[in-house]
């Protein structure tokens, strides 16, 4: 009697788990090379990829989708069983989602041209300069909110041309976007003159997300960071 | 190679140099030299004016900071730090000084405050180098004891460290050691600044002659500063309710905030319980009991609910709740209820509001902008910050507020050069060349010395009262979050999401506290499983709650009356009664 109570409830417990492990995930992320280019079936790139293998570790179904950031944003508060990436994690958007954090520790930095009169050695040196940055990303916010002179474009490519024909002072970019671009445009004329800022990048799921699954998600990307499956992946990028 | 050195140095004759700069260039032959020497007299001469040392002193000071730099010259030193005027002022100043003086690139980077806790957060679980450093709230003292991530200073600094420790730190000089220093007495974090959360009110409106009149004849005592939280309820009831208007304006006797956000957390792990009289006697934090309502026994957590000798839901913490809610719907400005910290810091800038229980003296430069109406026209404030008001609860011998104190933590996942170079950055932010000049841009002051200078003598009408209580004996009642909090980030968010609920009308005030103090039991006991390396959580077993209540000290049992007569004094005698 007591096997068969003992075989009852892991058989009840596995359909349990089973059916609360059903749902297929929609996973919402912008084009943003190399974190995600889009391609053939899903897409490639860093987040992208460390994303794809957190999921197939934990057993749950997914789908990836590239859209836009804002549209990425709405449908991510609204629908259940979706997750927004890579989401800057901070205090006003720490009630709105679950977080699985950090599946990417990325660094923004201050390119100018190589013949530019401007040094920048602390942020402050910015001031007063035109500082080109792309709508939607955390580094616009950041800057608007200490008051500097940010021009936004919608996406983040124009920049680095914008900063070749003097149309900027600075080009304000994550720094593996920034080299991403120069390499894939041939420009030589830029140099980096100061990372300044480091960003935690999250996967930010919907409240309605069960809690044992964010749980799952949370120990998995752990352990790609002791295992180095990470580091591995974002080497790939570099 | 030293002799063409010198010869270097000395041939910089024909520029404008000191002859203190080419005596201690000259003097001291290892020194590399002349330009770090002259860059480091530019920042004396035109930054660091004020300083207790002499200017002498000062560039001897530099001196060591060159020479103690120079192994890692040319290496990139990251750092963050939370977005106030002081460390703003070292991202923006002190970074690049540090940088032209030793040649060490710095990046100072500041963010929000919950991003250095998740950010420390994620370099202590992962073991992932992120920052060589951080100022982190020593708030996470019982934290980083626990972990065995975080480095000892007291270790580093006679080992490893001993060649890059400052001889003329003077750590006896420094006024908040006693919340960095571990249950093994030991120092974790070096505090960088440190600001209190003080009762705050509008002198002018409280020495008007009306309004005493009509006080006095209404609650049958003086109009002055509250040193009850009875007093403090009435006031702010004679503020929104009698008074009303001033000069044809609405104005209030309480602010506060009530969104529910992680910020809403801070207002009462910030020691709001303590405020009322939750926890035990004891200086930092109240033994056994903190003013988390956690109980430790040999340093090791045993619980946080009243039924396992903890104090998070027991009659003390649900009237602190209580008040908080009640105050907050019948005489803050309706709109407070949806703001957070930093929406509701500028409010009492605008000129309506009477008086604040909660409030961090952190806003202090901010409220003396002469634009602002809360300032008169010769530069001194319309208002005071005064020691805060206690609830019923609360004895003398236990802590009444917070203080916080940003520190500089160090990682042993960080490799050891870089932690080396970043701890020269640390000692050159707190050094006495530097902290004085800094204390009077932030208004976050770290050293006695400073303190007690003739610059602060001066300067002290300005700050409505800051440094009357930094020299007064009240601050060492105001005190950081302690060591009974085992995992600080992993604990605090219980705050804002359960007394978001009873602020909503979702539960009561009792309910919310139960349900947290259920949960914080919850995440101990998980953490006496996972264990730490020291003094990890070893939970008691559950008994009848009177059983604690009927004991000495917390859990403390309602009181008959908590509302008993309330109390004011005059302003200089609500400082002196600390004395």
């Known amino acids: ?92 958007r720490e009630a709105t989602y679950h977080w699985i954090s950090p599946i990417l520790i990325t660094q923004t930095g201050f390119y100018t041209r190589k013949d530019s009169p401007h040094k920048l050695v602390t942020i402050d040196d910015a001031k007063g300069l035109i500082i080109g940055t792309y709508n939607g990303s955390a580094v616009a916010e950041y800057l608007t909110s200490w008051g500097y002179d940010v021009r936004i474009t919608p996406r983040d490519a124009p920049n680095i041309h914008k900063l070749m024909k003097n149309r900027i002072d600075v080009w304000a970019a994550d720094t ?18 100061l990372v300044y800022f480091s960003t935690l990048r999250a996967l930010a799921c919907n409240t309605k997300v069960a809690e044992i699954k964010v749980n799952k998600l949370r120990q998995e990307l752990k352990l790609m960071y002791t295992d180095g499956t990470i580091e591995a992946i974002i080497s790939k990028y570099k | 190679m030293v002799y063409q050195e010198k010869r270097q140095c000395l041939a910089r004759k024909r520029h404008r140099v000191s002859k203190l700069t080419l005596f201690l260039c000259a003097s001291i032959l290892s020194t590399p030299c002349m330009a770090d020497m002259l860059a480091a007299e530019k920042w004396i001469n035109n930054e660091f004016k004020e300083s207790t040392l002499t200017k002498e002193q000062q560039m001897k000071e530099m001196q060591w900071f060159i020479n103690a730099a120079r192994p890692f010259k040319g290496m990139t030193i990251r750092v963050v730090s939370e977005r106030i005027d002081t460390h703003v002022y070292e991202a923006k100043v002190l970074a ?21 806790v998740k950010k420390i957060a994620t370099q202590i679980e992962l073991d992932y180098s992120i920052y ?14 626990r972990s065995g991530k975080v480095v000892s200073l007291t270790d580093f600094m ?81 503020f929104t309710i009698h008074v009303k208007t001033i000069d044809g304006k609405k104005i209030y006797g309480h602010m506060d905030y009530g969104k529910k956000d992680p910020s809403l957390g801070w207002r009462f792990s910030d020691a709001w319980l303590s405020m009322a009289g939750a926890g035990d006697k004891g200086i930092p934090n109240g033994l056994p009991v903190d003013e988390w309502g956690i109980r430790v026994e040999d340093c090791h957590p045993v619980g946080a609910s009243v039924s396992r000798g903890g104090a998070l839901n027991g009659p003390a913490a649900v009237y602190a709740i209580t008040k908080f809610i009640e105050w907050l719907n019948k005489f803050a400005p309706p709109e407070a209820k ?87 950055y640390a000692q050159f932010v707190t050094s006495k060349t530097v902290s004085l000049q800094k ?44 060591s009974n909090v085992p995992d600080y980030p992993g604990l605090s968010d219980l705050w804002w999401k359960n007394i978001s609920l009873a602020v909503n009308g979702q539960l009561s005030p009792q309910e919310a506290m139960n349900k947290m103090a259920a949960e914080m039991d919850e995440r101990l006991m998980a953490l006496e499983q996972k264990g730490q390396e020291r003094c990890a959580p070893r939970m008691n077993p559950q008994k009848d709650e009177s059983y604690w209540l009927n004991q000495p000290g917390a859990p403390k049992a309602k009181l008959a009356n908590e509302k008993p007569q309330g109390v004011t004094l005059p302003y200089e005698s609500a400082l002196e009664a600390w004395n």
């Open chain 2, 96 to 116: 690049k000084a540090f940088q032209e003086i030793t040649g060490i690139k710095l990046v100072h980077e500041i963010t929000g405050e919950d991003d250095v």
């Open chain 1, 176 to 193: 593996l976007s920034a080299k991403y671009l120069a390499d894939k445009h041939k420009i030589t004329n830029m140099k980096e003159q």
């Open chain 2, 338 to 424: 949806s703001m957070n910290f930093s929406q509701a810091g500028a409010v009492p800038g605008q000129g309506t509001i009477a008086q604040q229980i909660f409030w961090y003296t952190a806003f202090t430069a901010a409220l003396t902008d002469p634009k602002l109406p809360v300032m008169n026209s010769d530069g001194v404030p319309k208002w005071r910050m005064a020691p805060s008001p206690r609830g019923p609860y609360w004895e003398k011998g236990m802590k009444l507020g917070y203080q916080d104190t940003g520190s500089w933590t160090f990682m042993t996942s960080t490799p050891l050069k870089n932690r080396k170079a970043a701890w020269l």
């Open chain 1, 1 to 92: 009697m007591k096997i068969r109570v003992t075989y009852l409830t892991v058989f009840m417990l596995n359909i349990l788990v089973s059916s609360v492990y059903a749902t297929t995930f929609t996973l919402l992320t912008e084009e943003l090379p190399p974190y995600s280019i889009r391609g053939n079936g899903s897409g490639t790139g860093a987040s992208i990829d460390i994303v794809s293998q957190l999921f197939e570790r934990a057993g749950f179904d997914y789908e990836i989708i590239i859209v836009p950031w804002k549209r990425a944003m709405r449908m991510s508060l609204s629908d259940a069983n979706t997750c927004i990436f890579p989401m800057q994690r901070n205090q006003e």
């Open chain 2, 158 to 238: 006679a080992g490893e460290g001993k060649e890059v420790t400052l001889p003329s730190l003077d750590l006896e000089d420094f006024i908040g050691l006693s919340f960095t220093t571990g249950p093994d007495g030991k120092l974790y974090q070096l505090p960088d600044q440190q600001f209190a959360n003080l009762y705050w009110y509008r002198a002018d409106w409280f020495d008007r002659a009306d309004f005493k009149a009509s006080f006095k004849k209404l609650y049958g005592y003086e109009l002055g500063v509250p040193q009850n939280w009875s007093a403090y309820e009435d006031i702010a009831e004679f």
């Open chain 2, 132 to 145: 060589d450093a951080y100022i982190n709230d020593s708030d996470f003292i019982g934290t980083h004891y």
């Open chain 2, 439 to 482: 204390m009077l841009i932030g208004l976050t002051p770290i050293r006695n010395s400073d303190i007690m200078s003739d610059k602060m003598t001066k300067v002290a009408y300005k700050y409505g009262g800051l440094i009357e209580f930094y020299r007064s004996k009240a601050r060492v009642a105001w005190t950081p979050t302690g």
